[in-house]
Structures are given as structure tokens and as C-alpha cells.
């Protein structure tokens, strides 16, 4: 049995999944690389079985076809024997100090007999160009280097979520939650965060700069073209995430809070991407999805549609239009995403 389990996939990943890999097998024996090869038709399947051989007590080589992102996270859930799962797509890294601390925290809890359902650290965006990185963290939102549970959560900013990037969720809790992502579906790993939220009762936050997320290749699922060429798949991972979170009771005012926080900002995404693109056949998708919410729960929808999110992205006419994406653009310039 492992400590934690990375999942990686991969798919045409030959020229920057080596970077990946390098920067987690720092983590010695008490981690494991599954390197899942997505149907990838360059050298990825090469180089995953080259570092197999390597370390053959650290890294796996898993090959598939084609499924898509999730599909290639849910075959790392099933292989995983680490206590503690991390996804880390190929094209990111870790940062060697927060690794360190990460592990020590992670085994500190392991030997104690501690069971802690989520770890969370902060992530960093390596903007290609940028001079400027910026850090993503939950020192306003959450308690610092201490076991807590929802009832200890503040309120989080605007605009501010549990990513991917940021969290370490315990590997039998995946599980147990039955998390199964969209095979050939781009943005799943929204779901992967959202879905396992009601079953996570205790939480830790490192304030440590792990997570180095790449931004700036063109074939990237979050440049914003390709967004506005998926949409589709945008919306349908809005809507799985709508079904989800009405069809939930949720004794925790905290976590619904956080859950409907969490919705409306991936609402205001996909609200953001249809008047980006402004094709009437968007907008009117745009239109539908808020139309769907509230068909789903209008007590949901009132709320979210009521929060200064749900207001700024229903601005009426062209000019409140002009004035959303403007709010975009300077959020973007500001933060650094896409």
C-alpha cells in the first residue's frame, strides 16, 4: 500500500509529460505515478513504459484507448493503492518544498491513525509570458494547518473555488461516493471536485505553493477558443453538476453554501463563454441553461441567480452584455486564467 497515489494522464503528452513525472517521483516509495495512457498516437505509450521500467515500484504504465480526461482519471481511481489520490495532468508539475511538506503532513496523519478526508493546498498559475504569477490560496475561507469540517468554513470570495489543482482527496472516499466522470468530455474535473463534497467530513489546508498549473498552449481545453468551440460540453457539465446538487439534502448549511458558491461560478463560466462567442444559437443556451436551473430547483436558482455572479452575467441587452465581458477581461488580466 502507498501513501498517495498520483493519477496522470496522458494523451500526446511526448513533449512535456516527462517534466510531470520528474517532479513526483521525489515523493520515493511511499508514492505511486499511474501513467495513463489515453489512446495517444505520438511516443506518450513509449515514454510511459520507459519510466515503468525505471521505477518499477513507483510508476505503472495503464494504456487505453481513447476515453477522454475522465475516462483516464476514472482508470486511475480504480488502479489506485495509495491511501491518498492526487490528479496531476501531464502537461503541470509540483513544487519540490510543498511536496515535501505535503508528505510529511500526509504521513504524520497516516501514522497517528487519523483519517482525513481532504487536504488542501494552494495551486499557482504559470502563465506562458507572464512575469506576474499568480497564487490561488484559502487563507481568508479556511482554518490553516489544523483538522477541520464544514461547520469552520467562511464564506469564500467571489470568484474563489476548490479546483483540481488544490486538493488531495482520500482514495476510498472516491469510491464510497461512487465518482464516475464523463468519458470524452472536456471541464469533468469540475464534477471530480463537486461530487465528493457531501461525503467529506474533515479537511486540512497547507498554505504551501504546490501546484504549478501551465497556461499559454493553444490546444489547451481552457484557452478560451476552444471553450467557445466546446460549449456544449461546458453545459453538460453544468447541468450534471445542477442535477446533482438538487437532487442532494445537505444537512450542513456550510456546504450548501459552499456547493451553491461553487455552482454559480461555473454557471457564470459557461454564462461568460456564450456571450464571448455572442452566436445567437449560444445565447439562446445560455438562456435555456438558467431556464433548466430553475426548472430543477427554483429555490436554487433564486439563490444563485439573486447573487451578485448570477446578476453580473443576466446584465439585460447588448450593452449589459458589453459590460459582463468587460468585468471578464479585467478578471482575467487580474488573475491570470486562460
Given at each position: 500500500?502507498?501513501?498517495?497515489?498520483?493519477?496522470?494522464?496522458?494523451?500526446?503528452?511526448?513533449?512535456?509529460?516527462?517534466?510531470?513525472?520528474?517532479?513526483?517521483?521525489?515523493?520515493?516509495?511511499?508514492?505511486?505515478?499511474?501513467?495513463?495512457?489515453?489512446?495517444?498516437?505520438?511516443?506518450?505509450?513509449?515514454?510511459?513504459?520507459?519510466?515503468?521500467?525505471?521505477?518499477?515500484?513507483?510508476?505503472r504504465a495503464i494504456h487505453q484507448e481513447n476515453k477522454g480526461h475522465g475516462g483516464a482519471v476514472n482508470t486511475g481511481i480504480a488502479n489506485a493503492s495509495?491511501?491518498?489520490?492526487?490528479?496531476?495532468?501531464?502537461?503541470?508539475?509540483?513544487?519540490?518544498?510543498?511536496?515535501?511538506?505535503?508528505?510529511?503532513?500526509?504521513?504524520?496523519?497516516?501514522?497517528?491513525?487519523?483519517?482525513?478526508?481532504?487536504?488542501?493546498?494552494?495551486?499557482?498559475y504559470e502563465k506562458q509570458g507572464a512575469k506576474h504569477k499568480t497564487v490561488i490560496h484559502y487563507r481568508h475561507a479556511i482554518p490553516k494547518e489544523k483538522?477541520?469540517?464544514?461547520?469552520?468554513?467562511?464564506?469564500?470570495?467571489?470568484?474563489?473555488?476548490?479546483?483540481?489543482?488544490?486538493?488531495?482527496?482520500?482514495?476510498?472516499?472516491?469510491?464510497?461516493?461512487?465518482?464516475?466522470?464523463?468519458?470524452?468530455?472536456?471541464?469533468?474535473?469540475?464534477?471530480?471536485?463537486?461530487?465528493?463534497?457531501?461525503?467529506?467530513?474533515?479537511?486540512y489546508y497547507l498554505d504551501v505553493n504546490f501546484y504549478r498549473y501551465f497556461i499559454g498552449r493553444d490546444d489547451q481545453s481552457v484557452n478560451e477558443a476552444?471553450?467557445?468551440?466546446?460549449?456544449?460540453?461546458?453545459?453538460?457539465?453544468?447541468?450534471?453538476?445542477?442535477?446533482?446538487?438538487?437532487?442532494?439534502?445537505?444537512?450542513?448549511?456550510?456546504?450548501?453554501?459552499?456547493?451553491?458558491?461553487?455552482?454559480?461560478?461555473?454557471?457564470?463560466?459557461?454564462?461568460?463563454?456564450?456571450?464571448?462567442?455572442?452566436?445567437?444559437?449560444?445565447?439562446?443556451?445560455?438562456?435555456?441553461?438558467?431556464?433548466?436551473?430553475?426548472?430543477?430547483?427554483?429555490?436554487?436558482?433564486?439563490?444563485?441567480?439573486?447573487?451578485?455572479?448570477?446578476?453580473?452575467?443576466?446584465?439585460?441587452?447588448?450593452?449589459?452584455?458589453?459590460?459582463?465581458?468587460?468585468?471578464?477581461?479585467?478578471?482575467?488580466?487580474?488573475?491570470?486564467?486562460?
Open positions: 500500500m502507498k501513501l498517495l497515489s498520483f493519477v496522470v494522464p496522458c494523451y500526446n503528452s511526448q513533449e512535456y509529460m516527462r517534466h510531470c513525472i520528474d517532479t513526483l517521483l521525489a515523493g520515493g516509495e511511499k508514492v505511486e505515478i499511474l501513467i495513463v495512457n489515453d489512446g495517444s498516437s505520438d511516443h506518450t505509450a513509449d515514454i510511459a513504459n520507459e519510466y515503468e521500467k525505471k521505477y518499477p515500484s513507483i510508476c495509495g491511501i491518498y489520490l492526487k490528479v496531476v495532468d501531464s502537461d503541470d508539475w509540483v513544487n519540490r518544498a510543498a511536496y515535501d511538506k505535503i508528505m510529511e503532513t500526509l504521513s504524520d496523519f497516516y501514522d497517528k491513525g487519523t483519517v482525513l478526508d481532504m487536504l488542501l493546498a494552494n495551486y499557482v483538522i477541520f469540517r464544514w461547520s469552520d468554513v467562511k464564506r469564500f470570495p467571489i470568484g474563489q473555488y476548490i479546483l483540481m489543482h488544490s486538493v488531495i482527496y482520500r482514495t476510498a472516499l472516491l469510491r464510497e461516493c461512487g465518482l464516475k466522470l464523463p468519458e470524452h468530455t472536456f471541464y469533468v474535473d469540475n464534477i471530480y471536485v463537486f461530487k465528493p463534497l457531501p461525503y467529506v467530513k474533515t479537511m476552444n471553450m467557445i468551440k466546446r460549449i456544449d460540453q461546458q453545459f453538460y457539465v453544468t447541468k450534471v453538476m445542477i442535477d446533482y446538487l438538487a437532487g442532494f439534502q445537505l444537512d450542513s448549511k456550510p456546504l450548501a453554501r459552499y456547493m451553491r458558491h461553487y455552482l454559480s461560478i461555473i454557471m457564470c463560466i459557461s454564462s461568460i463563454i456564450a456571450l464571448k462567442s455572442g452566436k445567437k444559437e449560444h445565447l439562446k443556451m445560455k438562456k435555456e441553461l438558467w431556464r433548466y436551473l430553475y426548472d430543477q430547483d427554483k429555490q436554487l436558482y433564486r439563490k444563485i441567480r439573486h447573487s451578485i455572479v448570477g446578476f453580473a452575467v443576466n446584465l439585460p441587452g447588448y450593452g449589459g452584455r458589453k459590460t459582463t465581458i468587460g468585468i471578464y477581461k479585467a478578471a482575467r488580466k487580474f488573475i491570470g486564467f486562460n
